[in-house]
């Protein structure tokens, strides 16, 4: 089977898997739907010939998986919503204004290169020279830690922040009732 | 091009959770299926007919490999992401906490 046969198999699934995950009443099934649309996402990202991202995206579910498990897996926070909460009118206004803006970005897709076939202006000179200027044969790495070592540290900066901003928010927590188990 | 638009109702699904869902934990899922679409869509600009994954080796060819730049850049922000969801996640803990409810109309009516 061609690629592209492949890929609109996995992305129909992602968009079948989507649609559940935020329709779907229970809690904990909504969460694992979601991991099964990321894994299904590192699969692709294989068939797309990117190992290193569908590694990186395979820990980064399971990480976001077990984070959400372990923080919203509590018995109370498994309410029924009462049918009259959801506003009927509301969410067909956007499903129809979503489903416009669709129809008006086909022109835009037209306009982009085709599958398969990129632009690699800046990438040609990183293949040629990659190997030879950084001493590193993953060309991506020589990418991440050479040629874009600047955005590294912004990246590193930003979840160092993130990480940070988390922590704290938690441990508020902890100080004004400290009775209560640790959630996260 | 068919791949394109289904990457972009995907976006489209996610974006459609944050505008209608009332409940924090399900705009926060539809934020990450927003961020699976984003990063999808660099990835399928960047792959070449026949080409393989850009490490060298003795049998690979440079002319046939695959765009690396988007699949550096998409790295950096997969790991954000989980950064983002982990703060996310402790944000909406700490709402519950302090009113109760995850639903943000009732968050939004109460004071303080």
Redesign the interface.
């Known amino acids: 089977m061609p690629i592209e046969t492949w890929l609109i198999f996995i992305l129909g699934f992602m968009i079948v898997g989507s649609i559940m995950a935020l329709e779907i009443k229970d809690l904990l099934s909504s969460i694992i739907a979601i991991g099964i649309v990321g894994l299904a996402l590192s699969v692709a990202f294989l068939f797309l010939q990117a190992p290193d991202l569908a590694i990186v995206q395979f820990l980064f579910e399971i990480f976001a998986i077990i984070i959400l498990i372990l923080a919203f897996l509590k018995k109370e926070y498994h309410k029924k919503d009462d049918p009259s909460n959801t506003n009927k009118i509301l969410t067909l206004v956007t499903v129809i204004t979503l489903g416009a803006i669709l129809f008006f970005s086909i022109d835009v897709f037209k306009a982009l290169p085709a599958f398969g076939e990129p632009y690699m202006n800046t990438a040609k000179y990183y293949l040629e020279n990659g190997a030879t200027e950084t001493g590193s044969a993953n060309l991506v790495s020589a990418i991440i830690l050479d040629y874009r070592a600047y955005d590294t540290l912004g990246e590193v900066t930003v979840l160092f922040t993130a990480i940070l901003g988390a922590l704290t928010i938690i441990r508020i927590k902890k100080k004004s009732s400290g009775t209560e188990e640790d959630v996260v | 091009?068919?791949?394109?638009?289904?990457?972009?109702?995907?976006l489209?699904?996610?974006?459609?959770?944050v505008?209608?869902?009332?409940?924090l934990?399900?705009i926060?899922?539809?934020l990450?299926?927003m961020g699976?679409a984003a990063?999808?869509f660099l990835?399928?600009?960047?792959?070449?007919?026949d080409?393989?994954?850009?490490?060298?080796?003795e049998s690979a060819v440079?002319e046939a490999?695959?765009?690396?730049?988007p699949?550096?850049?998409?790295?950096?922000s997969?790991?954000?992401?989980?950064?983002?969801?982990?703060?996310l996640?402790?944000?909406?803990?700490?709402l519950?906490?302090k009113y109760k409810t995850?639903?943000i109309t009732k968050i939004r009516s109460l004071s303080g």
Do not use: H, W
């Open positions: 091009m068919i791949l394109y638009i289904l990457c972009f109702i995907l489209l699904v996610g974006l459609y959770g505008l209608t869902k009332k409940d934990i399900k926060i899922l539809s990450s299926i699976y990063n999808l990835i399928l600009f960047a792959y070449k007919n080409a393989i994954f850009p490490i060298l080796s440079q490999m695959v765009d690396p730049l699949q550096a850049l998409v790295l950096t997969i790991v954000i992401e989980l950064g983002i969801t982990a703060m996640v402790a944000l909406a803990v700490r519950y906490q995850f639903d």
